[in-house]
Nanobody, 124 residues
Framework: QVQLVESGGGLVQPGGSLRLSCAASGSILRTGAMGWYRQAPGKERELVARIINAGTATYTDYADSVKGRFTISRDNAKNTMTLQMNSLKPEDTAVYYC???????????????WGQGTLVTVSS
């Protein structure tokens, strides 16, 4: 069974920073694209940032609302991913979810896995 566990959420004042982490565990043969999504109360879940390794290159993609403030990174050897969030705004308040596409072993099944979510609250 493959699991994603997020950590690092909490309460922060506007303009502050938080760092979210996501750790993948279980029977993983290979991890493909990984990303962070968020869902604010009463709103649809939306993509925040994603990261893809293609050979020796790494590609990242960000929602317009977080460009220049958030940075996504990953450690393939440890199967972890982080989201550094700076200059946080009240509108960044949401539950943040980790997402990954993995190949499970020994079945070679392609899976899309979600974490349980971590709450980020930006408020004074």
């Amino acid at each position: 069974q493959v699991q994603l566990v997020e950590s690092g959420g909490g309460l922060v004042q506007p303009g502050g920073s938080l760092r979210l982490s996501c750790a993948a565990s279980g029977s993983i043969l290979r991890t493909g694209a990984m990303g962070w999504y968020r869902q604010a109360p009463g709103k649809e879940r939306e993509l925040v940032a994603r990261i893809i390794n293609a050979g020796t290159a790494t590609y990242t993609d960000y929602a317009d609302s977080v460009k220049g403030r958030f940075t996504i990174s990953r450690d393939n050897a440890k199967n972890t991913m982080t989201l550094q969030m700076n200059s946080l705004k009240p509108e960044d308040t949401a539950v943040y979810y980790c997402n990954a596409r993995v190949v499970e072993r020994p079945s070679f099944r392609n899976l899309e896995v979600w974490g349980q979510g971590t709450l980020v609250t930006v408020s004074s």
